[in-house]
Structures are given as structure tokens and as C-alpha cells.
Nanobody, 124 residues
Framework: QLQLVESGGGLVQPGGSLRLSCSAS????????IGWFRHAPGRVREGASC??????????SYAEFVKGRFTISRDNAKNMLYLQMNSLKPEGKAVYYC???????????????WGQGTPDTVSS
């Protein structure tokens, strides 16, 4: 089971940007599909974006609520995965998690290991 660690969250004004990072030690993240998930208070955890493994051609997908604003990417040299979040909306607090599964992206309940999450707040 992977031990994923998220970082990069914080307080940002509406319209601003954040870059979240997902890392894991002892494993090569490119071997896994990695998803980013958002969990806001009072709401169910929902998928924001996902990238398939290198063997899965690194295919990316985005939820409608982030399309055109968020970009998921890998830096295999650093064994890191990122979620660049631009044009953030004033949605208050949320926690973002990264999670893994084999090769291809799938529904949220198919992801195996989850990090502890990184909180962000978008508010003026």
C-alpha cells in the first residue's frame, strides 16, 4: 500500500492559483494512476482530476467543475505529481487528496491508498 503525501494547500483569494503536490517514497508514481479528489464540508468527496500510469499512456481526465482551470501533471524525474489550480472560485474550505490505483483511472471507490489531504480555502 502506497503512502501518499499531499502538500501545497493554503489560503488564496478568488481568482488565484495554487499548485498541489503528491509524493510517495519508495515507489515510482509513474507506475500508478493517480487521482485528485476534493472534499468540502457537508459534501461527498468528489473526483477532480486523474492521470493514468505511464503504461496507461498518461491519459488525463477532469471533472466538469475544474475543466479549463486545473491541470494535472507528473514530473517523473522528481517522482512527483501535481495539480495546478487556476481561477479558483470562492468556494470556501476544502481538502484535496491524492490517491492511487493500478494503471487506469476509475471511480472513486476503486482507488486504493489515500494521503492525509491538504486543505485549501478560497475566500476573500
Amino acid at each position: 500500500q502506497l503512502q501518499l503525501v499531499e502538500s501545497g494547500g493554503g489560503l488564496v483569494q478568488p481568482g488565484g492559483s495554487l499548485r498541489l503536490s503528491c509524493s510517495a517514497s519508495g515507489v515510482t508514481l509513474d507506475y500508478y494512476a493517480i487521482g485528485w479528489f476534493r472534499h468540502a464540508p457537508g459534501r461527498v468527496r468528489e473526483g477532480a482530476s486523474c492521470i493514468s500510469s505511464g503504461d496507461g499512456d498518461g491519459l488525463t481526465s477532469y471533472a466538469e467543475f475544474v475543466k479549463g482551470r486545473f491541470t494535472i501533471s507528473r514530473d517523473n524525474a522528481k517522482n512527483m505529481l501535481y495539480l495546478q489550480m487556476n481561477s479558483l472560485k470562492p468556494e470556501g474550505k476544502a481538502v484535496y487528496y491524492c490517491a492511487d490505483r493500478s494503471n487506469y483511472c476509475s471511480a472513486i471507490n476503486h482507488f486504493a491508498s489515500w494521503g492525509q489531504g491538504t486543505p485549501d480555502t478560497v475566500s476573500s
